[in-house]
T-cell receptor
Framework: DTAVSQTPKYLVTQMGNDKSIKCEQN?????MYWYKQDSKKFLKIMFS???????INETVPNRFSPKSPDKAHLNLHINSLELGDSAVYFC??????????????FGPGTRLTVL | AQKITQTQPGMFVQEKEAVTLDCTYD???????LFWYKQPSSGEMIFLIY??????QNATEGRYSLNFQKARKSANLVISASQLGDSAMYFC????????????????FGQGTILTVHP
């Protein structure tokens, strides 16, 4: 009965490879997010999807391509991995609405290490 | 644009004492929300408390309270009766609502404060 789940939890790969991270939420939320936490623990939003529509794209290299097949899933595909992509990637979800308090629920994170 | 500043890289507190973690923010949004998250060494992000910009009362959740001073643009987290399990990284975050009412949730985070609780 996990609310927001991510797979895999750890991902170790070589530079230049392509990899994907999957995220699923069973909260019935309409909005999902990808955040990146760097080695200094700084968290920054990458993407936001509302009802499968891309809403926020924060100047992320186009090697990163999110895909939302339905409201409950948001995947992140990364092409041509670079050393600087090493980070923890968090998926989150929330139910958005006008003027509402909208807590974001975070997944456990995926630690990506690029060698 | 939104900005969150947490000026305390690390804080130490004795078990059972209270501690305040500082957070100041800057935004041009008329309406906004402020959040605190806890990240223990295991890595997950745990929501602690929320304060809306129009809420008249300071938010409280168990041992957590938010000292919201709108004119000073500060939203400090107060943890009362600290426990060893409170040792973690704490993040302040905010989101705004654009004119028209929705912002689709973008959270802007501060740099975080590492709290260490001593027995």
């Amino acid at each position: 009965d996990t609310a927001v789940s991510q797979t895999p939890k750890y991902l170790v790969t070589q530079m230049g490879n392509d990899k994907s991270i999957k995220c699923e939420q069973n909260l019935g939320h309409d909005t999902m997010y990808w955040y990146k936490q760097d080695s200094k623990k700084f968290l920054k939003i990458m993407f936001s999807y509302n009802n499968k529509e891309l809403i926020i794209n924060e100047t992320v290299p186009n090697r990163f391509s999110p895909k939302s097949p339905d409201k409950a899933h948001l995947n992140l595909h990364i092409n041509s991995l670079e050393l600087g992509d090493s980070a923890v990637y968090f998926c989150a979800s929330s139910q958005e609405g006008r003027g509402q308090y909208n807590e974001q629920f975070f997944g456990p994170g995926t630690r990506l290490t690029v060698l | 644009a939104q900005k969150i500043t947490q000026t305390q890289p690390g804080m130490f507190v004795q078990e059972k004492e209270a501690v305040t973690l500082d957070c100041t923010y800057d935004t041009s949004d008329q309406s906004y929300g402020l959040f605190w998250y806890k990240q223990p060494s295991s890595g997950e992000m745990i929501f602690l408390i929320y304060q809306g910009s129009y809420d008249e009362q300071n938010a409280t959740e168990g041992r957590y309270s938010l000292n919201f001073q709108k004119a000073r643009k500060s939203a400090n987290l107060v943890i009362s009766a600290s426990q060893l399990g409170d040792s973690a990284m704490y993040f302040c975050a905010m989101r705004g609502w654009y004119a028209g009412g929705t912002s689709y949730g973008k959270l802007t985070f501060g740099q975080g404060t590492i709290l260490t609780v001593h027995p």
